[in-house]
């Protein structure tokens, strides 16, 4: 079956760090990739998706590339904020379903 | 994109009573999905609710602890049902706006604490 698996947190960075938070799926078909972001006390928010291989997912300095050679779509950021810490989860919908499979998701924490 | 609201936004209940979440979006969606959220855990589908059908159910869960409504193509709700601590949980509310790109929006949550 379709599953997601994310590096396990929390994940504690300075400030201006660089950001690497790991997610590889397992899924038939093609599936559409996402990462979505949860903020304290707030719902999901998309971050970024990409729908096919070697896409390059991007938005708010953050970066994810579908690898579908490594069935990787890892999230990165150049230099993180105080304001970026959140819970970030990885997802999948595959191929003409409308269901999405999330990861279990990754707590970062930005310290000043 | 699409402007999702719940109600209420938080709620601190009672065992064996029942609790119903209203979902309202800003637009007419085809498919709205019920999740939750358990304490530190990732999302778990728990029914897609489609306007003039019944909810289809994931696995683990059933109508009679979690009966939904879709009167229309904008609102549904959630009802959790004969309630016990073990349902103390964010209920997510989302919709599928964008149908070629299997894009989600999700409400704002309802965080759900059972005594």
């Known amino acids: 079956g379709n599953s997601v698996t994310q590096m396990e947190g929390p994940v504690t960075l300075s400030e201006e760090a660089f950001l690497t938070i790991n997610c590889t799926y397992t899924?038939?078909?093609?599936?559409?990739l996402f990462w979505y972001v949860q903020y304290p006390g707030e719902g999901l928010q998309l971050l970024l998706k990409?729908?096919?291989?070697?896409d390059k997912g991007s938005n708010k300095g953050f970066e994810a590339t579908y690898r579908k050679e490594t069935t990787s779509f890892h999230l990165e950021k150049g230099s993180v904020q105080v304001s970026d810490s959140a819970v970030y989860f990885c997802?999948?919908?595959?191929?003409?379903?409308?269901?999405?499979?999330f990861g279990a998701g990754t707590r970062l924490f930005v310290k000043a | 994109s699409a402007v999702i609201s719940q109600k209420p936004s938080r709620d601190i209940c009672q065992r064996g009573t029942s609790l119903t979440i209203q979902c309202q979006v800003d637009?007419?969606?085809?498919?709205m999905f019920w999740y939750r959220q358990q304490p530190g855990q990732s999302l778990t589908l728990i029914a897609t609710?489609?306007?003039?059908?019944?909810?289809?159910?994931e696995s683990g869960f059933v109508i009679d602890k979690f009966p939904i409504s879709r009167p229309n193509l904008t609102f549904s709700t959630l009802t959790v049902s004969n309630m016990s601590p073990e349902d103390s949980s964010i209920y997510l509310c989302?919709?599928?706006?964008?149908?070629?790109?299997?894009?989600?929006?999700f409400g704002p949550g309802t965080r759900l604490t059972v005594l």
């Open positions: 989302s919709v599928d706006r964008e149908l070629s790109t299997d894009t989600q929006y």
């Open positions: 899924a038939t078909g093609y599936p559409s």
């Open positions: 990409a729908t096919k291989a070697d």
């Open positions: 997802a999948l919908t595959n191929t003409g379903g409308f269901k999405t499979i």
């Open positions: 637009s007419q969606v085809t498919m």
């Open positions: 609710a489609n306007q003039g059908s019944e909810a289809t159910y």
